[in-house]
Nanobody, 122 residues
């Protein structure tokens, strides 16, 4: 099971830190991903991190502003979002998948948590 939290309302240029608690079978998953879905748009890849936490991948739209990390001892994954923009407004969800494949396709992820809403005002 996955549970994301930490969303909220923030002004442009601000920051938020999202957390994703991992429990159950998803503990053995290899890759943890973050996705977001803005109103009226399809869900899109934000970033992903492998089990060791050494390697992370980001969408071009967030690269340099967002950072993914994980604490396997706490069974948690984090998304630090800095320099937020109004276009970052979306529901953010965490997801888990096994090894192999790509990191950016939603169909490859086996487990999804409920999202948390991030609203960035201009």
């Amino acid at each position: 099971q996955l549970q994301a939290c930490g969303g909220g309302f923030v002004q442009a240029g601000g920051f938020l830190r999202l957390s994703c608690a991992v429990s159950g079978r998803t503990k053995s998953s290899y890759v943890m991903g973050w996705f977001r879905q803005a109103p009226g748009q399809e869900r899109e890849f934000v970033g992903a991190i492998n089990l060791s936490g050494v390697t992370a991948y980001y969408a071009n739209s967030v690269k340099g502003r967002f950072t993914i990390s994980r604490d396997n001892a706490k069974n948690a994954v984090y998304l630090q979002m800095n320099s937020l923009k109004p276009e970052d407004t979306a529901v953010y969800s965490c997801a888990a998948k096994g090894a192999g494949g790509t990191y950016i396709k939603t169909c490859e992820y086996d487990y999804w948590g409920q999202g948390t809403l991030v609203t960035v005002s201009s």
